[in-house]
């Protein structure tokens, strides 16, 4: 068995809410966003884990806990098999030429006064890889690995002079230059065209057998997963409701809200009618969640008991965990 | 007007935005008809004149975009060639529109109930605003909010929410045709579901004519009658929805289709189309698509594709051009 390169143990995020100043002389309960709630999950070496979930369902924030640029309020983060959640600032430094990362959007993620060849090679100069001509070498290899061609003609363009496509191109050619073994990337193609989609999925397949990588594939879209994710982890208001092998999933997703998820992703085919009706309203505030089971006010199988306890994630077979007593039953 | 007649007739609509480099010709003779109490699917990449047609349809355009050329007849009637005071008389009363962020949409200093009052006493002067109120919790209710929601502000709603709201204030005068642009963008799957589920319901309560521009074949595919597929400012494609998914025609159609994912097929491996969009300020000669074009003819890099009509659907391709 493969060991896990990246393993989370009850990481947990409560962003203080800021309060006015009154309401500080006042009152003294504190509030909390709580954006990711004790969430567990390891990914093996050369595994794509998809971490689904809608907005504010805390898949950004385990993402960013991940790479320590946030710093958690509890829970570990392990890198082959270290802890790397007392690491110093220096430490964490040398760590990020290992771990890198893809945003989503890669007009924001890159300078406009950097050139591209620049951009791609800053890594190498910050992690002390290469610099000069090596660092130029390097750097246009990579642009030609990624599909940036011809290397050398646009590595003095600037972002503004390339397209979409191209700039996500160049996004992931930075984060792939310094030879990382683990990628966090983040809804990496939610702001491209259905033509470039496809192109960027299908190249960070590529690179992945290529480099031997290990992704955290960050998404709302379940349907993207299919392509590029072997294991998937269902993200509901912090918590992960579900998470196993993605064809298990698929198959037969065992919670209720992982099986309206997947109900609700659009389907181009006029013929499909959905199954299950949509439920009522939306994910609720992450600072008031409901109580016990915080899918329970939406939920069809809701049962009195959903109300009370926090479930826990329970195992029903083929490395497929659930967290929900009523359908794991 | 009787169902199946013509509602909206574009013909042969340009529409151009001088900027500081040149030209973009955003729109380059579109014809399109639309027929009363049909769901028409827009789609197309970003750039492609999806959203550009949309706004120009209620002479929305911002400056310096303006129609350069053709006709839009609402029932007969040419909003190209409209005055001011006609527009206004046509604009939410006639044809609503809706937007894809409701947040830019709505004024955060306006409670619900004021946007409400302000949409229907524009209209309809002689109202009262208790009047307004009243109709307005009637249209609430049939968009399933509960009406002392009205009170709200903006701010106080979810996502999914505020485009309910949008759609009922497009409603309120209760117009034929709604332009809808991109309404689920901004919103997640399980919200964009509801919300298309609301508009098929609402379609038959007010008897609409719907334009649904998307960038997303999912999600026109249950809800159009039929979708006409733009590229690089032009039609590539209008068919009815099942044959246009079961057999597309053009090379464009074709590659899109192909590059979406779909949960429910067992397709290893999605389709790439090399290339990217056109460059609108100077488009590539001939068909417009022709670069990118797995088919690409001598004729394609020399001339526009005429229209060809085939099993149903109109294309503007070479392919399909009947030979002498």
Redesign the interface.
């Known amino acids: 068995m493969t060991e896990d390169l990246i393993r989370v143990e009850n990481l947990t995020m409560h962003f203080p809410l800021q309060k006015g100043f009154m309401a500080n002389l006042f009152t003294r309960e504190k509030k909390f966003v709580r954006a990711v709630d004790g969430v567990s999950f390891a990914i093996r070496k050369g595994e794509v884990l998809g971490l689904v979930g809608e907005s504010g369902s805390g898949k950004t924030t385990t993402g960013r806990l991940i790479l320590r640029l946030l710093k958690q309020t509890s829970g570990e983060v392990f890198y082959r098999s270290k802890s790397i959640t007392a690491y110093s600032s220096g430490e964490m430094e040398c760590l990020r030429e290992k771990m890198q990362v893809i945003f989503q959007d890669p007009y924001a993620s890159l300078s406009p006064r950097m050139s591209i060849g620049d951009a791609i090679s800053h890594p190498l100069r910050i992690h002390g890889v290469a610099d000069g001509t090596k660092a130029r070498e390097l750097t246009l290899a990579m642009m030609e690995k990624v599909g940036l061609s011809p290397a050398s003609f646009l590595y003095r363009k600037y972002p503004h002079q390339v397209s979409g496509g191209q700039r996500q191109r160049v996004v992931i050619a930075r984060a792939l230059v310094t030879n990382p073994d683990f990628v966090v990337a983040d809804e990496p193609i939610a702001m491209a065209d259905v033509s470039v989609r496809s192109m960027i999925l299908e190249l960070m397949v590529k690179l992945k057998e290529e480099f031997d990588l290990t992704y955290l594939f960050i998404t709302h879209d379940l349907a993207t997963c299919k392509y590029i994710c072997d294991h998937l982890a269902i993200m509901y208001l912090g918590k992960i409701v579900e998470i196993g092998p993605l064809q298990e999933i698929f198959r037969n997703p065992v919670h209720p809200y992982t099986a309206t998820l997947l109900d609700a992703v659009p389907v181009p085919d006029p013929k499909f009618r959905r199954t299950h009706p949509m439920p009522k309203g939306e994910i609720p505030s992450p600072i008031n969640p409901p109580s016990g089971c915080s899918f329970h006010p939406r939920c069809a199988y809701a049962e009195p008991a959903c109300s009370l306890t926090v479930p826990e994630l329970v195992d029903v077979g083929m490395e497929h965990r659930v967290a929900c007593p009523v359908k794991a039953r | 007007m009787n169902p199946g007649d013509t509602i909206l007739s574009i013909q042969d609509l340009h529409v151009e935005f001088p900027i500081n480099i040149g030209t973009v010709r955003a729109v380059q003779g579109v014809s399109l008809e639309l027929k009363m109490g049909e769901v028409m699917g827009l789609v197309g990449?970003?750039g492609c004149g999806k959203s550009t047609l949309g706004f120009s349809i209620l002479r929305l355009l911002r400056p310096p975009g303006r129609i350069s050329g053709g006709k839009i007849l609402y029932r007969d009637r040419d909003i190209a060639a409209m005055d001011r005071r006609e527009l206004l008389a046509l604009r939410g009363s006639k044809i609503a529109m809706i937007f894809q962020d409701p947040l830019t949409s709505l004024n955060p200093l306006y409670s619900i109930g004021d946007h409400f009052v302000e949409t229907l006493k524009t209209h309809e002067k002689g109202l009262g605003r208790k009047d307004a109120l009243v109709l307005a919790e009637r249209m609430l209710e049939s968009l399933g909010i509960a009406k002392d929601r009205l009170h709200e502000y903006p701010h106080q709603m979810?996502?999914?929410?505020r485009q309910r709201i949008m759609i009922g204030l497009a409603l309120i005068m209760n117009p034929d045709l709604l332009i809808a642009d991109e309404p689920t963008t901004a919103l997640?799957?399980?919200?964009?579901?509801?919300f298309l589920?609301l508009l098929n319901d609402l379609k038959n309560r007010f008897n609409l004519t719907i334009i649904l521009i998307t960038?997303?074949?999912?999600?026109v595919?249950?809800l159009?009658d039929r979708i006409t597929v733009m590229y690089g400012g032009a039609i590539a494609e209008v068919a009815p929805?099942?044959s246009l998914?079961h057999d597309p025609l053009h090379p464009y159609t074709r590659?899109?289709?192909a590059?979406?994912?779909?949960?429910?097929l067992d397709q290893p491996?999605?389709?790439?189309?090399p290339g990217?969009?056109p460059d609108l300020v100077d488009p590539p000669a001939g068909c417009v698509f022709h670069p990118r074009c797995p088919h690409t003819m001598d004729i394609c890099r020399k001339e526009r594709p005429p229209i060809a009509a085939r099993n149903g659907h109109l294309v503007n391709c070479w392919l399909y051009k009947e030979r002498p």
């Not at chain 2, 960038?215 to 999600?219: A, S, T």
């Not at chain 2, 491996?269 to 189309?273: E, G, I, N, Q, Y």
């Open positions: 990449e970003s979810s996502g999914g929410m997640d799957v399980i919200v964009e579901a509801q589920d960038h997303n074949l999912g999600n595919a249950q159009a929805a099942g998914f590659g899109l289709l590059s979406i994912p779909n949960i429910r491996k999605l389709m790439t189309m990217s969009p």
